[in-house]
């Protein structure tokens, strides 16, 4: 239940961030900024202390070790498998305007006899 109070809290933060962007609308813009990032930021605090909040950050951790453990392609990999998309690219392009041009063709000159001038 205390979880759901914080949480509660956390969400009212955020919308008092929100609300104080659009009652300091006379102010300069950066105070109407910081407004929103201070409820963001306070709303963020407070649901840092609730258990859903703690397993959110383990999450996170085990995100970061596990994007550390990917290979990642090299730049020379990189470059021929983006070749190979912009080739595959054209052929599909060329392909597609080869059908469209064959149907224009067969539809408009030799089924309903509009010939082009």
Do not use: C, H, N
């Not at 109070?5 to 300069?28: D, H, N, R, S, T």
């Not at 109407?32 to 407070?46: D, E, I, Q």
């Amino acid at each position: 239940m205390a979880d759901k109070i914080k949480f509660l809290l956390a969400l009212l933060l955020v919308v008092a961030g929100v609300v104080g962007f659009y009652l300091l609308a006379e102010q300069p813009m950066i105070l109407r900024v910081l407004s929103v990032l201070a409820g963001v930021s306070a709303g963020a605090a407070v649901a840092w202390f609730t258990e859903p909040g703690q397993r959110f950050y383990v999450f996170g951790g085990e995100a970061v070790t596990e994007t550390k453990k990917v290979v990642w392609p090299s730049r020379k990999e990189t470059l021929q498998t983006t070749g190979i998309v912009f080739a595959f690219v054209l052929v599909m392009a060329i392909m597609l305007w080869v059908t469209d041009k064959s149907l224009e063709w067969v539809l408009y000159d030799l089924v309903l006899g509009w010939k082009k001038l």
